[in-house]
């Protein structure tokens, strides 16, 4: 960015020190923490409040400048890279909790709040925001809406979208629009929170929203479950509905392979079982009753389970402590596997019963395709939701390897789309999957995308090049 | 519809029993049931397969012609009334189950199936589609889908919208988008089929729906209790979430004046109480678990509330017919009141806490603008949504009455509006409300309608004229 007459207005606009240039302060707005993609714009604005925010965006919306809004950096699809001549439009400074009305069950965040920090919030009002994932000590609430985030309570309750009540937005002209609505009920015409929600920057600025907030579940039951194969996995969640209904809360499916990474490579991981078996599920119940017998209710299930030969063994966490590791063991997957190597990855979904045909059908044709590529497909079982990832072969070339996940991906995709799955289900498109959803998608979806693009953002100018093109 | 050309062409289309001319045949579908609005088109249109809704829609699209979707015709706003010259499109041939995968939690329904054979089916599969409201027997899918339907569940499962995993839709050119996805988590672009729900045909038809489905609640427990005000009926909302949580799925709030009309009026109705109260809440508490001790619970929250003095008196059903009454007689209201004379109606929603203090606003406008006015104000405590109705004073000229509906409204919307309210929290917008719409929402929420509408139809041939001026 070498145009100083622009400089000189963001810093008339929101100050010397929200306008980043020097290399050093750049960096962490540039790199992408997977390593994927590198940014080349050589401006950052911080602006700290909405109106900063929209004095920015009708700035660069007179000059035609590309705008590329940026939460906590930790998305996975390339979202928030941005290319010289553009400027990362960073929301960190955006990080006031402007309401929490307990009564009413809901919170109103600007978005730079992060994660973390809106759980805390409606802990200490003895509330829940359920949305919780793995970056959720630096993700930013305006990221999560951008990428209608999801995670592991979205069995329960829903993914990113169905927390959200209202929306502040600044549009891609720099006007505000004020749908900060905290109504559980409004249908006065299009619901136009929803075409933000998960557009991922491109059709605007979310600068604040009112999110619902929901009574804390008081109690809670979890078991690691060893199970023959996945098939034996989606037979445990099925009699776990039947059993015990909305209670089932949380179903993580892991293979014993990421076990073992996790164990090898991360503190404090713990095999609670005596032997080694295949598959395993993390069942959890929840309730907010506060003397729910979810610990019988799991035993009971579990035994039924035994009986038909879908569990081969199992342990319930006889404390919250021991809860929590197995949560930390299901947590340290993915750290688990970047001490293995490269590692070629999807975030796919298909329909909940398909996932064993998926794992089966998707495990022969990569192992096809690189004999000795370690397949570690883990997930959110409960909502088909499967992070079929592959570890290089041991002692194999890295780069040899990382080489081929192209292919790869292409490989896996097909079986997903014959399966009526997604290839994003929860990461987004960004750049990494802009081309391959317009090749994959029918033709009429992606001119009704592009056809939204053009009636928000008819100059193009917010979060260039990502979802669709232009 | 002199045209007879096109009607040979729509003949020729979907055949001679599936385009309705006569004056009988087009009765049911010409009037709307509340009296407010009658249609003058000439011809229905019965396609019977989504292809042949396409087929029509795309001959329309060529000539220019209005198409007017409609479902049930139970709309409360003249989305479904039809000028001459434009043509109803009706779902009602469109009734096919086309799958009920149960191990997936998912139906797939066309556009004309009826509500509550939606409801039938999942509970003959062990599942829930929470999904209620007073039309169920006669309203259809597609009506639900496109005016985001409400009722009395909305509380635990959300709004319609929040019940969609995929949709199929007959695009304005005559194109089908076929998004019949059964994915709990996708999120490979913008998110199409929320742009269509709610907006009531104007953007296309919908055809057909990937709908969820849920556990089926086995524990249900209901109490008829008497508060002294609305502050109260909060204040006991409130208690009951701090003490049975996620198990509160039911809060409804009515006066005694509706309690006495519906006595009055409609077969079966008890009062459970022996003495009249001001104020009543129905509130019920459920759960999936087959053993919840839900009537405990309920007596443990209403001693509270007593001792708090929350409440006055109150009765627990101590059966499952005893606790059907108490839905007959919150559902009786709205027929008790067509007997009381002309009702001046409105459908508007607050924050929750703020319920008590819009009652009183607008109970007070309204009497000073109408003595003797009879206010009856009732509906779904737990989102905040009040059906606030008044019916004419008692022995007063209707007509003279009616015609003062537009300023009542006026009055009780600009006290809606004062308090961040909807003014149309569960009905829509449809003709009824389209203007006020306009003039209440921000000019740049009209404007971004307006873009979308024209992005999606530019021809302008769905349904036009409902919720937003082209």
């Keep these: ?82 290319e010289a001549g553009q400027i990362i439009l960073a929301t960190d400074r955006l990080t006031a909790i ?29 509330r829940l925001f359920p949305l919780s994932l793995g970056a959720e000590g630096s993700c930013r609430i305006g990221g999560n ?82 199970v023959p194969d996945p098939a034996a996995a989606v037979a445990l969640f099925g009699r776990a509905r039947a059993e015990a209904g909305g209670a089932v809360t949380g179903v993580e499916l892991m293979p014993r392979l990421a076990i073992d990474f996790a164990l090898r ?43 038909a030969g879908l569990v081969d063994d199992a342990v319930i966490a006889a404390s919250e402590a021991q809860r929590r590791t197995f949560w930390h063991l299901r947590e340290a997957i993915v750290e688990g596997q970047r001490h293995e190597g490269g590692s070629i990855k999807h975030d796919i979904a298909v329909p909940v019963a398909r996932v064993p045909a998926f794992l089966e059908r998707a495990t022969a044709a990569v192992e096809a395709a690189i004999p000795g590529a370690r397949v570690v497909p883990f997930g959110h079982l409960g909502d088909g939701n499967i992070h079929f990832n592959l570890n290089q072969p041991e002692g194999a070339d890295r780069a040899a390897f990382m080489g081929r ?36 998608k029918p033709a009429i979806e992606i001119e009704l995308m592009r056809r939204i693009k053009q009636a928000i953002d008819p100059a193009g100018i917010m979060n260039p090049g990502k979802v669709v093109r232009a």
């Design 145 to 226: 809406l951008s990428t209608n985030a999801g995670g592991t309570a979205v069995l329960r309750y829903g993914s990113m979208r169905n927390l959200v009540l209202g929306l502040e937005v600044v549009l891609p002209d720099g006007r505000v629009w004020d749908g900060l609505r905290a109504l559980r009920k409004d249908n006065t015409g299009y619901d136009l929170k929803q075409i933000f929600i998960g557009a991922e920057g491109t059709l605007g600025v979310i600068t604040a929203a009112v999110l619902k907030l929901f009574p804390r579940p008081r109690s809670v039951a979890a078991a690691l479950v060893a």
């Design 265 to 307: 490579h991360v503190p404090g991981v713990i095999d609670p079982l005596a032997e080694p078996h295949p598959w395993y599920v993390l069942l959890e119940l929840s309730s907010t009753a506060a003397d729910a017998p979810l610990a019988q209710q799991l035993e009971s299930i579990l035994a039924h389970a035994l009986e």
């Design 98 to 126: 402007r309401e929490l009305d307990a009564e009413g069950d809901h919170i109103t965040v600007e978005a730079g709040v992060v994660l973390a920090q809106v759980q805390a919030a409606a802990e200490a009002a003895d």
């Design 1 to 82: 960015m070498n145009d100083a007459a622009l400089i000189d207005q963001l810093i008339a606009l929101i100050g010397p020190q929200a306008v980043l240039r020097d290399a050093a302060d750049l960096e962490p707005y540039l790199q992408e923490w997977r390593g994927n993609y590198r940014g080349t714009a050589g401006v950052v604005v911080r602006p700290g409040s909405t109106a900063e925010v929209a004095a920015v965006v009708k700035l660069c919306a007179g000059r035609g400048i590309g705008i590329v809004p940026q939460g906590g950096n930790t998305g996975m699809v390339g979202g928030a890279v941005a």
């Design 405 to 440: 996940g192209a292919e790869i991906n292409h490989r896996v995709h097909d079986i997903v789309a014959a399966m009526g799955g997604s290839i994003s289900a929860e990461h987004g498109v960004g750049l990494l999957k802009r081309d391959e959803v317009a090749e994959r």
